[in-house]
């Protein structure tokens, strides 16, 4: 910002002592020490609220974006699932179609076919209990 070199700053001092005087000289320096601390504090606050401001703007763009993808997704993600839904309603039709024809068939062939004759004829009278195989010889042990 300035380029004062050192010898400049020995001038100004020389100067300074000369006009001022040594007795205000030490009062005027700490004086405009604290005044350049608070020069500096408050060019630092500045840019700090520069740089917050920044990074708010910068994270209000990034809020945007992700709202912006967030709706993309949400709005392909529900054409995705009403695609998936009209396909698997057409599946649905075409197997209750299918199901629907062949219970016609069914109902065809049964309408064709004889009455089945009687359960009773079937039936017969229940076999006795199978015998009990014979026994075998208990083996002895021989020694």
């Known amino acids: 910002m300035f380029d004062i070199g050192f010898s400049e700053l020995l001038v100004i001092g020389v100067v300074a002592l000369i006009v001022i005087g040594p007795e205000k000289l030490p009062r005027l320096a700490r004086t405009m020490g604290h005044l350049a601390g608070k020069l500096q504090r408050y060019v630092s606050d500045v840019k700090a609220d520069i740089n917050r401001e920044i990074e708010l703007e910068d994270l209000k763009k990034m809020r945007d974006s992700m709202q912006q993808a967030a709706s993309s997704f949400q709005s392909d993600f529900t054409s995705e699932v ?42 017969a009278e229940p076999a006795a209990e199978p015998a009990a195989p014979p026994e075998a010889p208990a083996k002895t042990k021989v020694s």
């Open 82 to 123: 009403n695609k998936t839904g009209a396909e698997l309603q057409k599946a649905a039709d075409e197997l209750n179609q299918t199901t629907a024809e062949i219970n016609q068939s069914l109902d065809a062939a049964r309408a064709e076919t004889p009455a089945p004759p009687p359960q009773e004829a079937f039936q």
